[in-house]
């Protein structure tokens, strides 16, 4: 079984490769993009990959709300408060 402190250390060095590997897909997805027109297939020797380009709608109801000047009743009767259990890990500084 792990100690505390092992544990930790192993979470750390893993979210720490995972945001490197996501620097490194980011750049190669930008890659892959500028290089190939959108709707377009291509395909290497184990992956394919496609190019969608699509179209999203967000709609921005914190604007939207204050359009409209709710009251606070309204807005707490419609504010639901819940516990999300978390972990952040931090690298250390020299102590």
Known sequence: MRTIETLID???ATL???ADLNKQVKALKDEFMARV???DVDEGDLF???HV???RNTTDWKAVAAKLKPSRQLVQAHTKQSFIHSVRVTSKTGE
């Open 37 to 39: 027109e959108a709707g």
């Open 53 to 55: 380009l699509s179209e």
């Open 48 to 50: 394919r990959a496609f």
């Open 16 to 18: 720490a490769a995972q």
């Open 10 to 12: 192993e979470l750390g």
